[in-house]
């Protein structure tokens, strides 16, 4: 789940289901679908995060993010990652920056453990990774200040 910080009404949802097609979707202000974007890269999808223009989509076990028009939801590019990436939802695009909340499988500097947020560049290129203190990520959240993760549960 990501709430689109432009419109203060909008969301955005993986669709993490066993049947397909797998889904990531724009829902407005009723709750009407406003584009749905069938998974083309991992398998279920994970992880979204928004910024002025695009919504940026990452699934669990996947190589790639796909970038869409927030709009649309129409396909405009994607980002190769170093390797693939088993997330459950921690994805977050800030400060001209990608951040990756999860298990990089066989790359970074603390790869195959789940409990380290990944820095990117916008072009996909490897930073670093922060330790969460064993927190294993299942999501994650950016409020301009702080990075927030969760383990799976009430607690942040």
Known sequence: LCMDTDSETDYYTANWISSNPRTYTRIDE??????TYNNANGSYPSGISTDANFAYLLAYGGNRID?????????VTSITLPGT?????GLVIANEHIYIGGNARNWSTNPNNPAFIHQLDMDGTYINSTSTNGVKIYSMAFDGETMWVSQNSNTI
Do not use: A, D, L, R
């Open 67 to 75: 970038v869409v028009n927030k709009n649309t939801g129409v396909f």
């Open 85 to 89: 990436v088993e997330i459950y939802g």
């Open 30 to 35: 009723n709750g009407h679908k406003v584009w």
